[in-house]
């Protein structure tokens, strides 16, 4: 019999992409404002009956989670941590999402599972209580931390470049944040291998390559054919609440290895999603 699968977070940007991609399948399907996953009621009810479930649900906004901290914890953290004792009692795997702001940047090459996380902002310090309390509470899960993900249904660095190029002749980029922007697309279709194969442990999944956000920037200018032009800065020109770490690339060889086909550099999909906008 086919797994029943409960996915929370359904309306975000790679909610969407995990709906989209088992449109076939009857999966159950949760988000604001209906369902609250901190709210732990709520949540009991709609994990119920599950096999598998998939956390996509989050407090994303980096800005806001530095002076709504507590929201953040409690959407981040309080509530992996009721998801994860529910599962545990009811034996349900679980996927859950996590992200490179766990680490402070600062390393020199890209980050493996085994680094030791090192937050420098209050959403990546939620999301890594999260990730810890989970683990500590269920061991039949999996956490999958994605980096720079972009998508049609949701508010990206992709989405954020071309709607200021309507705006103006000239945008100011970093080229100081170096990563791999990572197709919600891409990341859904694994998200399904796991929920086939019920994989456990951490895992981090980006696309292959990297380069600077001045350079994706280009990039995406150059196949779009907009004419505005992109002008590289550093990241201290730009005044922010939350600090964002220089380094966001991770090393996949740990989930390369149970995935079906290679890992594609960053250019390739990102050209196809450019296709469909
Ligand atoms: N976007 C990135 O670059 C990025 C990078 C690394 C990791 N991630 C991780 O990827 C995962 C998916 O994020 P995303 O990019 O799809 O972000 P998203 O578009 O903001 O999706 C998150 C979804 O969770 C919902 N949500 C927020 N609070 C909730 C609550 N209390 N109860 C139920 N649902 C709630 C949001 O609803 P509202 O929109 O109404 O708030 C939204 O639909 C997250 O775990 C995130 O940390 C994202």
Known sequence: MANKIVLLGAKGMLGTEVRALYADQNISAFDLPEFDISDEKQLSAAIDNADVVINCAAFTDVEKAESQYELAYKVNAEAVENLAKIAAEKNIYVIHISTDFVF???????????DVPKPINAYGRSK???EILLMENHQNCAVIRVQWTYGKNGN??????????????SLKVVDDQFGSPTWTQEAARVIRIFAENKYRGLYHYAASDYASRYEVAKFA???????TEIIPCKSDEF???AARPANSRFYCDKIQSLL???IE????PLERFLETI
């Open 128 to 130: 890594l209580e999260g």
């Open 156 to 169: 990206n660095f992709i989405s954020k470049l071309i709607s200021f190029s309507k705006q103006r002749d």
């Open 221 to 227: 200018f150059e196949k779009l054919k907009l004419k």
């Open 239 to 241: 005044k922010s609440a």
């Open 265 to 268: 550099i960053w250019q390739k």
């Open 260 to 262: 079906d086909k290679p």
């Open 104 to 114: 402070d940047g600062k390393k020199n090459s890209p980050y493996e599972e085994t």
